[in-house]
């Protein structure tokens, strides 16, 4: 169950996981982002970013609701998404380097291991090579933080 608490300057969420007999698996969590329900892989991923205040993680919990990893993200996040087979996830965001906008995807599997860091300057598909697969991430130019 997710309740959502709308607010002049964003929106918070509340994720709370039953059984089928409607007993609390685990403590509710305050969020601020998104929930991505990875079925197949039996994951939620809690992709949190708020243009009003610093957002340091992501969460990716098992769908009992408890903490599987933290995630460490920079804090100019811009964009979410995973792959087609759910073995994946990505945080694509921004900085700067030599005063010209950079991005950067951060690739996670669905335990919250670090696959890999990519950085981009124009917009166009990224390539990651991960089990045998090679997948391909679209993105968009990278801009300014802030």
Do not use: C
């Amino acid at each position: 169950m997710v309740k959502t608490t709308r607010l002049r300057e964003g929106e918070t969420k509340e994720i709370s996981v039953f059984d089928y007999a409607g007993n609390l698996l685990a403590p509710p969590r305050s969020i601020v982002g998104e929930i991505v329900i990875l079925e197949g892989k039996r994951r939620l991923f809690v992709a949190q970013r708020s243009a009003h205040h610093l957002v340091s993680e992501s969460l990716i919990l098992d769908t009992d609701g408890h903490l599987v990893r933290r995630i460490l993200q920079p804090e100019s996040v811009v964009a979410f998404g995973h792959s087609d087979d759910q073995e994946l996830l990505w945080i694509v965001s921004n900085a700067v380097k030599a005063d010209k906008p950079v991005g950067r995807v951060d690739v996670f599997n669905v335990n919250g291991d670090r696959v890999e860091i990519i950085e981009f300057i124009s917009a166009g598909t990224v390539k990651v090579k991960f089990g045998g697969r090679t997948y391909e991430i679209s993105v968009r130019a990278p801009s300014m933080p802030g």
